[in-house]
């Protein structure tokens, strides 16, 4: 079974207009055949170390990316999330929200990135890059 959820434009707005003091987007590839979808499962959980990786890196403060990691660890322990996938997956989080969005076909998976403190305050990658191509960190 296909499951989708594309964002509607109230939700795409209100991605773009997210602010938070870190914002992590994570794309993957996933399969809708639920006997497969483990290794999207374990790839996910690859993603978020990369992510605490970029922001211990960056001296993102430690109990604000512990209230991130365990939003991110509940979606990975969610037996009947990954139950139901789509051809990939989207997961944009702050330490305050998670939101999901599993894609149907023709959406190519892109590398994690985390936007860190900066100048201004992060918002959520939305725009396809090739994979490998990663965005610089604020």
Do not use: H
């Not at 006997?35 to 990786?53: D, H, P, W």
């Not at 993102?60 to 990691?69: M, S, V």
């Not at 149907?104 to 090739?130: I, K, N, Q, Y």
Request: charged residues 30%; hydrophobic residues 40%; neutral net charge.
């Amino acid at each position: 079974m296909l499951c989708v959820d594309i964002p509607t434009r109230s939700e795409f707005a209100t991605l773009v207009g997210a602010r938070a003091d870190v914002c992590v987007s994570l794309y993957l590839k996933t399969t809708p055949l639920t006997q497969e979808t483990s290794a999207s499962r374990i790839e996910f959980g690859n993603l978020v170390r990369e992510a605490q990786k970029q922001l211990e890196d960056a001296g993102f403060d430690k109990r604000r990316l512990a209230a991130l990691l365990e939003q991110l660890s509940d979606l990975v322990d969610d037996d009947e999330f990954w139950r139901f996938q789509a051809n990939s997956l989207a997961v944009f989080a702050t330490p305050d929200a998670l939101r999901t969005y599993r894609l149907g076909p023709g959406r190519r998976p892109l590398p994690p990135e985390a936007a860190v403190p900066g100048g201004d305050l992060p918002a959520f990658s939305l725009r396809p890059r090739p994979v490998g191509e990663r965005r610089a960190p604020r």
